[in-house]
């Protein structure tokens, strides 16, 4: 089999501080600082490295940028795409990827090693990714296994999190690919081009109803939550942490296809004021909903593991095979059918993921931007605003006491009409202070779903990208006799593949996008309406107490 | 006849600089100079002094503070108050008010010479006041004649305005009472206790139409304003400063018994802009509704001139008598008639006093804490408010453009409501900005007037509280054969007068408070109403722009 290695640097840099927990083979590294590559194969969003000092250990790959040699004459790199490697997982140690080289995204990464790979290789047999896995360009999506995590618990997890697993089960050759196929889904012509094939009834789950639990006698706590799903609608519990569980697997097997949105932030602080509680848990719901209307995530096996585990030991079993799925990164491509469709052409696509591409980086702005005036909106709704409210009520008030103790008779109307008129002001600010959580709460949280899903796409749409420039390429190298023909031919349907799942993608976003919209401006400004509204009505009561003369 | 003066002093301090103006026989002063008084018998507000290069000029009576001595034994002083003067006006250099010594508010004062007269004085006779005449306490109110005038139109003013004409016309011996106490009136007793006598037709004005006009060959221009009376419906011209002397004339006559608010503050800079003018229209209209609404006030021979003057020479004729008038200051009292109402318990009348004291100090504030509130809530409605719905207006605009570059076919409906939100929230933008025009304005109008107003209420009250003191001393005086029992009496009959006189106005002040404030609270939420509506309103159509699903 070939997986595509060229020597383009073992060497580092270190981008941010990071300390290493001890027990768990870190290393500690230091922002600047210059380390060698040991083993890129670690998975996981690690690697092994060494430092000046010789001392090794894993980092965390965000935590690094390679050092990228630039070539004079790129034909040199191209050159070794085809340098072909043992089954047996063991990766020279210029084993980098090539298309890296070609990346914008240098400090990111995804493994292309599919989207090329000439016809006859066994793609069950792919031994391991080339280094580095599957869509982890975007900082915020690393979740350092074992590092400030949400107390893993321990007797759940046989097998540690902390990496190694994609190395140590590589020997055990092949990954058990149950469903095969099925596991993914065909894209399917429609008005708007290539879409996902969508189930017929539409999955759906409620989280609610989270507990606090305790282990170890009482001296950890944690959160447990319910998890619904519309189609058994029997409940599964689930931590945080399963859920992060669930997000890492998601994003190791689909993110080179699918945007997969981070989860909610973890907060360590404070993590059981119920109001940090009841965010998280709405937020978990929406990144769950999320998943459930992805026609592909929803019929995954893991994430139906995930929704529908019969038992402890089913999950422990269903655990462990997820995490040995070895057709993650571009191998999911593998699994895609576009059935019938017709090669795509190249330049049309090119255009399109261009358009895409400016299409998100403009609502990453939008979406930003709203962001930035909603919360400052909001500090304004829930500070200055309502107290400038209660001190007009308070005003009215006060004058009002101070017309009563005037002594003149015949103007307890005036007064009581006055104490209303303020009272009604100091209720109109609490209903101010209050709004931001009836309206502008589900904008925001709508358009920071939106930001962090845009913040995937840039790492989505790169593989795409990657994988048509090499197919670009690919007439220089049968000119050359580097590739066959017949290679050429595999490499361009494969391309065409990945083309049509990435529009498949794009209309899905879209389709949400509009119904996501849609929904909230409307959630949003029937709120607002029933605001002003009741403040008219409020304002109209406090009016009709005023003697008419 | 008698008047009061005891030695207190011919000395005074410097308050303030004040520049002479050329041709006018003033004297430039510096803060903190002692000058002599040479004779504080000037009028409209003017002292002539003596600077320490012997200089003599007039000065404004407000801008010096006269060095007070104080007494050992009161009774020195007391001793003075039935000094006699002369017919002819001429008062001693030691005519100062003894009064003064026992007021709380030094640097202010009023002349009471009136109260506490024996029988069997001819008011009518009254030469001139003590200094200083007729409730000059408010600096405020103080607006020298000549200075930073509104350029004043000479061709009008035969009499010279800058003081003079009470000492030069003292001599010509009596003043035109016209009319006599059918230009006061009567209080009556009422349910609220005494009250002015209303007339039956409540007169009304309209000031309206400001015309620039010009003169000099147009080197000076002005503002002259149409003043309509709703009596006559004849219209009749007036520039500012004939308000400005009708308010002075009003305040040296009727000052000590009944509040003349301030005309609303003159402004040189940018006198000629439309907002600077409608602006003092509308307070000028304000002023003159609240003049008109007094019985007392509207009913006197100079207001009535102000209004309906025939022609110039009327007008003339009527400036130059009003000007001699000295019916004023405390001498008003004397044309008061409490017909058949019994004389007051002194007792009850002081503690009706300091009650209405205590409340206008209350009110004081209550009123000038919601103008503070309401210039912020102002700022914030016409600032940062507008500017945010702006952004967000903006921002809808901005998403909605965004997406119409999506590509994606089918989602017009989505960005045409988005974008009519986006415009709706720019005009709720816009409404917002504006609104405050149309309701705080209002709200902030009356209190600013009523800030006046109250301000006027201690010198009004002063007058009173001291004309008690000083009946309330009249046993000692009598025991010490000061006075006689008759005198003692006369005094006793006259500070009921006063008293019947300022309970007249105690009510007349709180009937149109409770008019006044009915009023503008129900304007303000009328408003307020209608602008939440039409926001509710425009969401709403906002709202049924986006497509339900």
Not at 51 to 58: A, C, D, I, K
Not at 91 to 111: E, K, L, M, R, Y
Not at 142 to 163: C, F, L, R, T
Not at 281 to 304: A, K, N
């Amino acid at each position: 089999m070939f997986t595509y290695a060229c020597l383009v640097s073992t060497q580092a840099q270190v981008l941010y501080d990071f300390a290493a927990e001890l027990g768990n083979n870190e290393l500690s590294i230091r922002e600047g600082e210059t380390i060698t590559i040991t083993n890129q194969n670690i998975g996981g969003g690690w690697i092994e490295a060494k430092n000046s000092r010789g001392e090794v250990g894993l980092v965390p790959e965000d935590y690094i940028e390679v050092i990228v040699v630039s070539f004079d004459d790129p034909s040199i790199c191209l050159k070794c795409i085809i340098n072909e490697v043992g089954t047996d997982g063991e990766v020279t140690s210029n084993g980098n990827n090539p298309w890296t080289v070609f990346d914008n995204n240098a400090s990111g990464g995804f493994s292309n090693n599919w989207a090329a790979q000439p016809e006859g290789t066994e793609t069950g047999k792919t031994s391991s990714n080339a280094w580095p896995s599957g869509g982890h360009g975007h900082p915020q999506a690393y979740q350092g296994p074992g590092a400030e995590d949400d107390e893993w618990d321990e007797e759940w997890d046989d097998v540690k999190s902390s990496g190694g697993y994609a190395e140590s089960e590589a020997g055990e050759g092949g990954a058990i690919n149950r469903g095969g196929a099925h596991d993914w889904t065909y894209t399917q012509e429609s008005q708007v081009g290539p879409v996902w094939a969508y189930p017929d009834y539409q999955l759906d789950c409620v989280v609610a109803d989270p507990k606090k639990g305790s282990k170890l006698y009482g001296l950890k706590s944690y959160i447990e939550y319910q998890v619904t799903p519309t189609t058994t609608n029997k409940p599964v519990n689930h931590r945080y942490k399963h859920f992060d569980w669930l997000y890492e697997r998601l994003l190791e097997k689909y993110g080179s296809a699918i945007p997969i949105p981070c989860l909610p932030d973890k907060q360590v602080a404070g993590r059981f004021e119920d109001e940090f509680i009841k965010m998280r848990m709405e937020r978990l719901q929406g990144w769950m909903t999320r998943m459930c209307r992805h026609p592909v995530i929803s019929s995954s096996e893991v994430f139906q593991l995930f929704l529908s585990y019969k038992d402890e030991k089913d999950w422990k079993m269903g655990k462990r095979k997820a995490e040995k799925d070895e057709t993650v990164g571009v191998m999911v491509f593998s699994t895609i059918e576009p059935e019938g469709l017709p090669d795509l052409d190249l330049i049309e696509v090119e255009q399109k993921c261009e358009q895409f591409n400016r299409f998100t980086r403009a609502m990453d702005d939008g979406v930003k931007d709203l962001l930035t005036i909603g919360n400052e909106h909001w500090k304004r709704c829930t500070g200055p605003l309502p107290k400038e409210y209660q001190r007009i009520g308070k005003a009215f008030q006060n004058l009002s006491s101070v017309f009563t103790s005037s002594g003149y008779e015949g103007e307890a109307a005036l007064t009581d009409a006055l104490t209303a008129a303020g009272k009604t002001y100091e209720e109109i600010a609490q209903m101010v202070a209050e709004q931001p959580k009836k309206d502008l709460h589900f904008l925001m949280e709508t358009n920071n779903e939106y930001k962090g899903l845009l913040g995937c796409f840039p790492d989505t749409v790169g593989v795409h990208k990657a994988a048509i420039e090499k197919v670009k390429e690919a007439d220089k190298l049968v000119a050359a006799g580097k590739i066959t023909p017949s290679d050429k031919t595999t490499m361009s349907k494969r391309a065409s593949t990945m083309s049509y799942s990435l529009q498949a993608e794009m209309n899905h976003f879209h389709s949400n996008r509009i119904y996501d919209y849609n929904r909230v401006m409307q959630q949003y400004l029937e709120q607002q309406v029933k605001f002003y509204e009741m403040i008219a009505e409020k304002l109209r009561h406090a009016h009709s107490q005023f003697t008419t003369m």
